[in-house]
């Protein structure tokens, strides 16, 4: 195929575009309006846009030719798979062209050996767990529904249960396959030489071109991801903590220990959405404010029992030092009490209360920043919810052995009601502005919040990160309003 | 004020339960609610509904739920502000009356009862307190596990 592109900017017209694309993939691209309005929005408050068409990919040839078109026909392309970042990512550019990745949905390799999978961009979190299990091994998992896509959480260096010990997902890849957005095909981390996808070492880390750039480099076709062996011993076990700042001060202590898998801490609106009650009015002052977990692992019941102790140790220092704290709490007695709780025990899971209420809104400002301030942070944050009225949901754990800390704040809300959408923007944009004067910085930023973000950023890597994306994307094809150019 | 509890499947064999405002409600209320709420459902137990009359108090750290049993509908209340220090005051567990009791203790006593044994040893050791109507606590205790009440 020629590629004879437009002048940036230029897009070619609505019949040209459709003839050209019904030529190449007929009953693979659909113009159809109804779903064309549902590939507009997400789940969030960010503004919808309508594409003009979407093809769906099944193999690279597929993804290869639908970039080669695009630049053809000065034509913004958005990747897609299940659209439930909730950072608005998957929402096209307004007249764009939406590829739709979840028809490849392969796991192409398991390597027990090396503890990677190389899978497809459609790969689920639940259809990985599966496919590892016979061998052994084990991925961790977002708080996320079982059927989203793990090279997208890869690739946008989401968090989960095994990022306190390993760090945030997108250092888990080992290697892409990745289509660029003028479209030749490249393959990062070791695979570039070897036959095997088992390291991004010691090549140039040319892999990090694709991770955290929302989709602006290429369309990654392939990724290997490092999974870890499954211990025999497993627990989850909460912690009431009447005050947050208790629960977070002890989340710290514990993420540094190197003993747990994850460590994190929800606050008490989780409990009222897991109930269905999607409305909670003002938290009982007797009632705990934070529900920590820990997650132990171990391969002998003397190393359970050694991480257990380590834990009642830790427990009761805080106790000593005045929080108000309950023992720790195995997750199967919340289960045996309320079946609701059960999505909190084994993951992935479909937090219902959060996706499938009345009003239909979720989204959040979730960032990554230094643990000295999480507990500022958490508080200010949650005084903010409450002061626009909104339940303080704040999510928080250490990742990467406690190097830094996550603070999120979850709303859900009213799609359809428009005083509320307003109202929540005005309390995001403050949250993610508190944020940042305390150092953090937001991840799955929408872009809204890089137009907060901007301002403050260095110049050099601002300008790094334009003249890159210039020369890999030079028609301004893929993703163009995300980040910057 | 009292408000029908949302969710489906609450009424069985001619008995329901009323969940006073969800939206205030406290965890511990929530959860026994929940929990009253299945024993009710069809795959329930059907002795929930000769549950014997009485009011019961429970206290799950500094939280406070109540319970009125046999009453038609069975109410479940607790919300802010009826926290330790006011919950000692209204209805406690009085020697001799069988119609009101009180269990108190850490929640995850109590929570641990549901996978556990009967916290006998608990309540032997004073962790977990117990006064006023036994038969009351018994079917307490009973409902956390979902054993069901006394025949």
């Given at each position: 195929m020629t590629t004879r592109s437009l002048p940036p900017g230029r897009r070619a017209d609505l019949a040209t575009v459709t003839a050209r694309l019904s030529a190449r993939f007929g009953e693979q691209v659909s113009f159809e309006p109804a779903l064309l309005e549902g590939l507009a929005a997400d789940v969030t408050e960010n503004p919808a846009r309508r594409p003009v068409g979407r093809v769906m990919a099944r193999s690279v040839d597929d993804v290869v030719d639908t970039v080669r078109l695009c630049n053809e026909l000065g034509l913004p392309l958005t990747p897609r798979v299940t659209a439930l970042n909730v950072g608005g990512l998957a929402i096209p550019a307004e007249g764009g062209l939406v590829i739709d990745l979840s028809s490849m949905n392969r796991v192409l390799q398991i390597d027990p050996a090396s503890m990677y999978a190389l899978i497809e961009p459609g790969v689920s979190w639940l259809q990985l767990k599966q496919a590892l299990a016979p061998h052994g091994l084990v991925i961790g998992f977002p708080l996320a529904p079982p059927e989203t896509s793990v090279l997208a959480g890869c690739l946008?260096?989401?968090?989960?249960?095994?990022?306190?010990?390993?760090?945030?997902?997108?250092?888990?890849?080992?290697?892409?396959?990745?289509?660029?957005p003028t479209g030749e095909l490249v393959r990062t981390g070791s695979a570039a030489v070897s036959p095997s996808w088992f390291s991004r070492s010691p090549l140039p880390d040319t892999t990090s071109l694709f991770v955290n750039?929302?989709?602006?480099?290429?369309?990654?076709?392939?990724?290997?991801?490092?999974?870890?062996?499954?211990r025999l011993l497993r627990e989850r076990r909460?912690?009431?903590?009447?005050?947050?700042?208790?629960?977070?001060a002890l989340m710290?202590?514990?993420?540094?220990?190197?003993?747990?898998?994850?460590?994190?801490?929800?606050?008490?609106?989780?409990?009222?959405?897991?109930?269905?009650?999607?409305?909670?009015?003002?938290?009982?002052?007797a009632e705990p404010e934070l529900y920590l977990y820990v997650d132990i692992t171990a391969d002998s019941s003397a190393e359970l029992s050694a991480k257990r102790t380590a834990l009642e140790e830790?427990?009761?220092?805080?106790?000593?030092?005045?929080?108000?704290?309950?023992?720790?709490l195995d997750v199967r007695a919340l289960v045996a009490m309320d079946p609701a709780f059960e999505k909190l025990a084994d993951l992935p899971a479909r937090l219902d209360g959060l996706l499938d209420h009345p009003g239909g809104g979720l989204t959040w400002v979730g960032s990554y920043g230094p643990p000295a301030h999480v507990i500022e942070g958490g508080r200010r944050g949650m005084e903010l919810m409450q002061r626009h009225g909104f339940p303080p949901l704040l999510v928080s754990r250490p990742m990467r052995g406690g190097h830094f800390t996550v603070v999120r704040f979850i709303e859900i809300f009213d799609r359809h009601d428009a005083a509320e959408v307003q109202r929540l923007a005005t309390l995001q944009r403050e949250l993610l502005q508190m944020l940042l004067e305390l150092g953090y910085l937001p991840y799955k930023a929408p872009g809204w919040a890089v137009e907060e973000l901007l301002p403050r950023m260095d110049p050099g890597s601002r300008a790094l990160v334009a003249r890159l994306r210039a020369t890999l994307d030079p028609n301004g094809i893929l993703q163009p309003d995300r980040w910057w150019r | 004020m009292l408000r029908q509890n949302r969710a489906a499947g609450i009424?069985?064999?001619?008995?329901?339960?009323?969940?006073?405002?969800?939206?205030?409600?406290?965890?511990?209320?929530?959860?026994?609610?929940?929990?009253?709420?299945?024993?009710?459902?069809p795959a329930g137990e059907p002795g929930v509904a000769r549950f014997p009359e009485g009011e019961l108090t429970i206290v799950a750290g500094e939280m406070v739920?109540?319970?009125r049993l046999g009453a038609r509908p069975h109410l479940v209340s607790g919300e802010a502000g009826a926290g330790a220090g006011t919950a000692g005051e209204s209805p406690p567990g009085v020697p001799g009356d069988w119609r009101r009791a009180r269990i108190e203790g850490p929640l995850d006593v109590l929570l641990g009862a549901v996978v556990g044994e009967l916290p006998i040893g608990a309540v032997l050791s004073g962790e977990l307190k117990v006064s006023g109507s036994m038969r009351l606590c018994w079917v307490a205790l009973r409902l956390l596990r979902g054993t069901g009440p006394t025949r």
């Open positions: 946008m260096d989401g968090l989960g249960t095994l990022t306190l010990p390993h760090g945030p997902m997108g250092e888990w890849i080992n290697g892409v396959e990745a289509v660029l750039w929302q989709g602006t480099t290429g369309v990654v076709t392939k990724l290997a991801v490092q999974a870890w062996p499954m909460f912690i009431m903590c009447r005050r947050a700042e208790d629960g977070l710290l202590a514990l993420g540094k220990t190197g003993l747990y898998d994850d460590v994190g801490g929800l606050s008490w609106p989780i409990s009222r959405y897991l109930l269905a009650i999607h409305r909670p009015g003002p938290r009982d002052p830790h427990l009761l220092r805080a106790r000593k030092a005045g929080a108000k704290m309950e023992r720790p | 009424r069985y064999q001619g008995v329901s339960m009323l969940l006073h405002d969800p939206e205030n409600a406290n965890l511990l209320a929530l959860l026994l609610a929940r929990r009253l709420e299945r024993a009710l459902g739920a109540r319970l």
